[in-house]
């Protein structure tokens, strides 16, 4: 077989060259993006136009202009206009990691395949652990995000707290887990994934505020009883993805150490704030949690994807599979920390630990206490913006960098500004400036907003507002 392509595809002076170009056009786009020099987030597209034009390039597309194309064809987290979904703006050192981490492609199921990144992930869990509060007897390890992170909470859960072993012998008894309503739909999935069906989640109502109403967990946990269910965890929600606001965490531990139950941090969002001094606070109780899990790419600024899973008894950390792979996994006496596959979900992972390494080496804890501090700040100043206009309402004082808010005119009715409110969120997507998020809350449609970049200023929050209103003014009432 001729290996013509193969040598092409390895070039290391084609690497070189192309590389070169590439670092070179994306560090164009940063400086783009972050100045504000860029126009527009998003240059949205129809989800078909955008098919046929990428089944265009395929066949007759200059391939020197593929990584341009994409470039400008994606959703610009970097521009300080973008406030949608809770992603990071990658620190630029932490994205080269990843291209590191890409080409060295160690597999991390066990230590010969991942020497440096597996130990380099010890020391990141132990950090984060420390941050926490949790003693030495804690352990973690890094995996594929806080749907998976949680799941994984959940079986170790599971494994702990229920007096037989469902992961040999099956469910014998219907087991349950409480969350608030208001919990990340992942709660929701991984429940049924795990076999306990709508019945085994049970759903505790919110406050006014969104957060959990800690005042029902009693009454909600009795019936659970009286239904039959074993509920063995409850989860609180650090803070809850739609409108950002904390479930109150010593209070919810003071519940799980009454009933004996596995007591869960969903701080895939907000768990960094273990970082701030301003605002730690809001994960008060963190601490006393069984297990906390925290999202690198959300406000960590770590590229997706990577979420710290954290066990205050690290025991824990590494019983959750007792699946044997012996062929993998090297039997061992003690814990074998340094094998991580006997741990995680995946089989291979990507070498995320230095994603976080570098940013911790590079510029210390203060950049995630600089970069969480500032984020919630702008939040709360934006709500203060809001309340002072009367064009706009609050859903709820944010409690973090999430806002949801609405346009509102007094003559119309809920449904008319649900219709209205919706509308404006496509107009701005198709506008293309800005790019913000939405999403409904108790029967009422509002905008939400995540001020996720470090370049987004209290300006920008309120030229939004403004092409709100004229937006709003252009659809005219009589669309509504
Ligand atoms: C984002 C989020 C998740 C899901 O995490 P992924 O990393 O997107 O899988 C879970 N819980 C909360 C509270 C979140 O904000």
Redo the contacts with the bound molecule.
Sequence with gaps: MDKSLLKKAYSPEDFRARGHRLIDQLADHLADNTSGKSEKTIAWNLPENEREYWADFLANGDQNTFFQKVVARTTHVHNPKYMGH?VAPTAPIAALSGLVGSLLNNGMAVYEMGMSSSAIERIVIDLLCKKIGFDTSSRGFLT???????LTALLSARKAQVGHDVWINGHREQLGVMVSEE??Y??DRAARIMGLGEQGIIEVPVRTNYSMDTSKLDEYYQKALEDGIQVFAIVG?????ATGIYDDLDEISNFAQKYDLWFHV?????GAAIFSKKYGHTVKGIELADSV?I?G??MMMMP??T?ALLFKNGNHSHATFSQKADYLLERSEGEDWYNLAKRTFECTKTMMSLYWFVLFKMYGNDIFDEYVTHQYDLGQRFGEIIQENLNFELAVTPASNIVCFRYTVDSLSNDELNILNKTIRKELLEDGEFYIVQTTLKGVHYLRCTIMNPFTTEEHLVQLLQKIKKTAKEIGLSSV
């Design positions: 809770q594929s995000g806080g749907t998976l992170a949680n919990a990340h992942c709660i929600s650090a803070p809850s993805t969903d701080g895939a969002h907000g899990v999202d790419h959300k997706i994807i979420t």
